[in-house]
T-cell receptor
Framework: KAGVTQTPRYLIKTRGQQVTLSCSPI?????VSWYQQTPGQGLQFLFE???????NKGNFPGRFSGRQFSNSRSEMNVSTLELGDSALYLC?????????????FGPGTRLTVL | AQSVTQPDIHITVSEGASLELRCNYS??????LFWYVQSPGQGLQLLLK??????LVQGIKGFEAEFKRSQSSFNLRKPSVHWSDAAEYFC??????????FGTGTRLKVLA
C-alpha cells in the first residue's frame, strides 16, 4: 500500500507570496492532519480534516488555511508569506483520527521563504 | 495542561551500547502514546505505540518502550545501538481533539 505523499517536496518563495501544499493520504484513510516543524518550535499542529470537515485547528494565524476533498486528499495554503513561515510541513493520515488512531506521516514539504 | 516532555535534547552513545530515551507526559485521560523516528530531511516513521494492556511494547528495529502510569513515563529502549539508529526521536500523545502533542525530540548520535 502506498504511503502518504506530499508535493512538492521543496519550495522557495519570497515574502508576501502565497503557497499551496498538497497531501495524498494512504488509501482508505479519511483523516488528514498537518503539522509545522521548525528548529525553534518543534512539531506544531496546524489542523485536522475528516470527510472534508475541519475538526480542529491549532494556534496559527488565519493566513494558514486548508481543505480536504471528497477523495480525502488535502491541501494547505499559506497566504502573505513571512520569513518565519520557513519550515518543514508534514502531513499525516489516519483511518479516522481518534486519539488512539495511528498517524502515518509523509516526507514533508520544505518551504523556504526569502 | 496536556504536554509531552523529552528531557534530553542530545544523547551520544557508542555503537553496541544500550540506549534509553526518556519521555514524560501530562494527560488527563488514558494516554495513547507513540514513538517516532525522523532521519534528516525525512518525515516521521512510527517505531511503536501503546494503547492498553501489556505495559512493555515491542516495536520495529529492535526498539521497545515501557509505559509506567505511576511515573507518567513512556521511555524508549534498545539493548544494542547500531550506527544507523542515529536520528531524532519524538514521543507523542494522541488526544481526543484529533491531534498529537509531540515532545521536543531527542537527537541521537552514535559513535563508531
Amino acid at each position: 500500500k502506498a504511503g502518504v505523499t506530499q508535493t512538492p517536496r521543496y519550495l522557495i518563495k519570497t515574502r508576501g507570496q502565497q503557497v499551496t501544499l498538497s497531501c495524498s493520504p494512504i488509501s482508505g484513510h479519511r483523516s488528514v492532519s498537518w503539522y509545522q516543524q521548525t528548529p525553534g518550535q518543534g512539531l506544531q499542529f496546524l489542523f485536522e480534516y475528516f470527510s472534508e470537515t475541519q475538526r480542529n485547528k491549532g494556534n496559527f494565524p488565519g493566513r494558514f488555511s486548508g481543505r480536504q476533498f471528497s477523495n480525502s486528499r488535502s491541501e494547505m495554503n499559506v497566504s502573505t508569506l513571512e520569513l518565519g513561515d520557513s519550515a518543514l510541513y508534514l502531513c499525516a493520515s489516519s483511518l479516522a483520527g481518534g486519539s488512539g488512531d495511528t498517524q502515518y506521516f509523509g516526507p514533508g514539504t520544505r518551504l523556504t521563504v526569502l | 495542561a496536556q504536554s509531552v516532555t523529552q528531557p534530553d535534547i542530545h544523547i551520544t552513545v557508542s555503537e553496541g551500547a544500550s540506549l534509553e530515551l526518556r519521555c514524560n507526559y501530562s494527560y488527563g485521560a488514558t494516554p495513547y502514546l507513540f514513538w517516532y523516528v525522523q532521519s534528516p530531511g525525512q518525515g516521521l516513521q512510527l517505531l511503536l505505540k501503546y494503547f492498553s494492556g501489556d505495559t512493555l511494547v515491542q516495536g520495529i528495529k529492535g526498539f521497545e518502550a515501557e509505559f509506567k502510569r505511576s511515573q507518567s513515563s513512556f521511555n524508549l529502549r534498545k539493548p544494542s545501538v547500531h550506527w544507523s539508529d542515529a536520528a531524532e526521536y519524538f514521543c507523542a500523545v494522541g488526544t481526543e481533539t484529533y491531534k498529537y502533542i509531540f515532545g521536543t525530540g531527542t537527537r541521537l548520535k552514535v559513535l563508531a
